[in-house]
Nanobody
Framework: QVQLVESGGGLVQTGGSLRLSCAAS????????VGWFRQAPGKEREFVAA????????VYADSVKGRFTVSRDNAKNTVSLQMNSLKPEDTAVYYC?????????????????WGQGTQVTVSS
């Protein structure tokens, strides 16, 4: 069993930065791939970024490539999402998810556990 808690969301102006963290419980977290997804009001949940179990493989949505960076510290059971050059269209609730396959996948069904989400609001 893995429990995930996101933090770091907030209100930021266009062009600003935020760093989201996903803290996990469970001694086997280092064997899980982790993904970040987001959901804006009235829209479906969409993939943002993912990292595999070792941190050696990452994948990003085209909309955030070059602006967002996902990383992990397995010793601390945390995964971070550094978000730079934020835009109003990045406004959403951001969720982290952990998958026992250990891979970085863009598919929501590839993840077994989900956090409760953290709100990110980018003002124009």
């Amino acid at each position: 069993q893995v429990q995930l808690v996101e933090s770091g969301g907030g209100l930021v102006q266009t062009g600003g930065s935020l760093r989201l963290s996903c803290a996990a419980s469970g001694r086997t977290f280092s064997s899980y791939g982790v993904g970040w997804f987001r959901q804006a009001p009235g829209k479906e949940r969409e993939f943002v970024a993912a990292i595999n179990q070792s941190g050696g493989s990452t994948v990003y949505a085209d909309s955030v490539k070059g602006r967002f960076t996902v990383s992990r510290d397995n010793a601390k059971n945390t995964v971070s999402l550094q978000m730079n050059s934020l835009k109003p269209e990045d406004t959403a609730v951001y969720y982290c998810a952990a998958g026992s396959l250990g891979i970085a996948t863009i598919v929501p069904s590839g993840y077994n556990y989900w956090g409760q989400g953290t709100q990110v609001t980018v003002s124009s």
